[in-house]
């Protein structure tokens, strides 16, 4: 008959391993495979799209954004950092603005931002902003070395051109099945909402190339 001592024992070492096995479910790299090459390819080779990151690459991410979206805001730093420590990612950014007139509205200047070069600065100023408005547009832009006066009337009167952008992206996240932002298109691998810390992202990237090594797009 087992005692009270090699029961508590053996409880604690299921504890125990219940434990690890939630961690290392907890660590596993996220993403869903997506079986599309052709959709995956529209999605990272969009020569209108934003682009950051590192020009040449390994690794292409799509990364889908609303600038109200808290989730968006609270990861774009490690994102960011993430990408800077890899070196070898290539980031493509894609204005899903779902969250009303002022998202549509930061996404127009976003896009007119990036055809005054200074793309980068705007996005890291509204990412931060405590509000999406004509303020924190204007206010992106002078703090970038923007030309506020000229993206204004992008904004205000939108450009077909820039609308094209825009409407592309919408069908591209209805396409991967985005219901909203974030989302996130590592090679093939896609998720849908929040990926997390620096080391989440680290291992969301290891994973899109191990998909890739083992011949998946």
């Not at 495979?33 to 995956?40: H, N, T």
């Not at 999605?43 to 989730?71: E, W």
């Not at 069908?171 to 997390?196: D, I, K, M, N, S």
Request: glycine content about 12%; hydrophobic content about 50%; overall charge positive.
């Amino acid at each position: 008959m087992a005692t009270r001592r090699s029961v508590l024992a053996l409880a604690a070492l299921i504890a125990l391993a219940l434990a690890l096995s939630l961690l290392l479910r907890g660590a596993g790299a996220p993403g869903h495979f997506i079986d599309k090459p052709g959709l995956v390819a529209e999605v990272h080779d969009d020569p209108q799209a934003p682009q950051g990151g590192a020009a040449n690459g390994d690794l292409t991410i799509a990364v889908f954004t609303d600038y109200r979206c808290s989730v968006c805001r609270a990861e774009e730093g490690a994102l960011q950092r993430a990408a800077a420590r890899d070196g070898r990612v290539r980031l493509v950014y894609k204005e899903l603005a779902i969250l009303g007139e002022p998202s549509v509205a930061a996404a127009r200047a976003a896009l007119a931002a990036d055809r005054q070069g200074v793309y980068a600065k705007v996005r890291e100023a509204l990412m931060a902003a405590p509000r999406i408005d004509g303020a924190a547009l204007a206010g992106a832009f002078a703090g970038a070395g923007g030309d506020w006066a000229r993206a204004g009337g992008l904004v205000e009167q939108p450009d077909p051109a820039l609308q094209a952008v825009l409407d592309r992206t919408a069908r591209e996240a209805l396409q991967l099945g985005l219901a909203g932002t974030p989302g996130y298109l590592a090679g093939p691998l896609l998720v849908r909402g929040g990926v997390g810390d620096e080391r989440a992202f680290a291992r969301f990237f290891a994973a899109a190339r191990a998909a890739r090594r083992d011949g998946r797009r």
